[in-house]
């Protein structure tokens, strides 16, 4: 497994988001995951890192995650990947607009981007595999997991997101996720599953009851 890769954590804005520069070490070719807040400075973090910005990823539509596509698309050549269910629910109508399914991968020089559909949050919320480094979004926080009780939200989506899908990834996986949430900014998925809550219900009733709150059950 090809191990060398460029990663970039960095938090803008008022609510502790996460914006992350993924991509090849070599042809500093990198994709933006979430660009929001603040375009100056990613633009200006990638030219004092010498990378060039080729793609945007959107983990999902929330507001707090892609208010700075249109300027981005303004300053960059970037093309947009989101879910394809993401972008009928969000009526997304950017430019260069490339609707993925899950499954899907993404090439940057020798690193690959495999997209994961992990609904829940939001209908088409997706995270990113890159090689052993998970770029979580709003699905999988250190500790919690992203709301359920929003319009577009399904807590029984999240469940089997994170116990079918997550919970099932390699344990050495790294989890970045889409804020900063928790005392430190990345965790593993053993890590995950041995103290994150949202990772211990054995059930779907359990996880519904004690761990939505929330939810009504029919
Ligand atoms: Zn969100």
Same mark, same amino acid.
């Given at each position: 497994?090809?191990?060398?890769?460029? $990663?970039?954590?960095?938090?803008?804005?008022?609510?502790g988001?996460y914006?992350? @520069?993924? #991509?090849?070490?070599?042809?500093?070719?990198?994709?933006?995951?979430?660009?929001?807040?603040?375009?100056?400075?990613i633009?200006?973090?990638?030219?004092?890192e010498?990378? *060039?910005?080729?793609?945007?990823?959107?983990?999902h539509?929330? @507001? &707090?995650?892609?208010?700075?596509?249109? #300027?981005?698309? +303004?300053?960059?050549?970037?093309?947009?990947?989101?879910?394809?269910?993401?972008?009928? @629910?969000?009526?997304?109508?950017?430019?260069?607009?490339? !609707?993925?399914?899950? #499954? &899907?991968?993404?090439?940057?020089?020798?690193?690959?981007?495999?997209f994961?559909?992990?609904? #829940?949050?939001?209908p088409?919320?997706?995270?990113?595999?890159v +090689?052993?480094?998970?770029?979580?979004?709003?699905? $999988?926080?250190?500790?919690?997991?992203?709301?359920?009780?929003?319009?577009?939200?399904?807590?029984?989506?999240?469940y089997?997101?994170? *116990?079918? !899908?997550?919970?099932? $990834?390699?344990d050495?996986?790294?989890?970045?996720p889409?804020?900063?949430?928790?005392?430190?900014?990345?965790? *593993?998925?053993?890590?995950?599953?041995?103290?994150?809550?949202?990772?211990?219900f054995?059930?779907?009733?359990?996880?519904?009851?004690?761990?939505?709150?929330?939810?009504?059950?029919?």
């Amino acid at each position: 497994m090809a191990s060398s890769i460029y $990663l970039k954590q960095f938090e803008l804005g008022p609510m502790g988001n996460y914006v992350y @520069f993924i #991509g090849d070490p070599n042809t500093r070719e990198v994709a933006v995951v979430d660009p929001a807040w603040d375009v100056d400075r990613i633009v200006a973090l990638a030219e004092e890192e010498g990378l *060039t910005i080729s793609n945007i990823l959107i983990t999902h539509s929330h @507001f &707090d995650h892609i208010n700075g596509v249109e #300027g981005l698309l +303004h300053r960059t050549k970037a093309k947009v990947y989101i879910n394809k269910l993401e972008a009928e @629910f969000m009526k997304a109508v950017w430019p260069e607009l490339v !609707k993925v399914d899950s #499954g &899907d991968t993404m090439h940057l020089g020798d690193v690959d981007i495999t997209f994961l559909h992990t609904p #829940g949050h939001t209908p088409g919320s997706q995270c990113f595999l890159v +090689h052993d480094r998970l770029i979580s979004g709003d699905t $999988l926080f250190i500790g919690a997991c992203g709301r359920c009780d929003l319009p577009g939200s399904n807590p029984e989506d999240m469940y089997y997101s994170l *116990t079918h !899908k997550l919970a099932k $990834l390699d344990d050495r996986t790294l989890v970045f996720p889409g804020h900063h949430y928790a005392a430190r900014p990345y965790s *593993t998925i053993a890590d995950e599953k041995r103290f994150n809550p949202y990772l211990q219900f054995q059930s779907l009733q359990d996880f519904l009851r004690r761990g939505m709150g929330i939810v009504k059950m029919s």
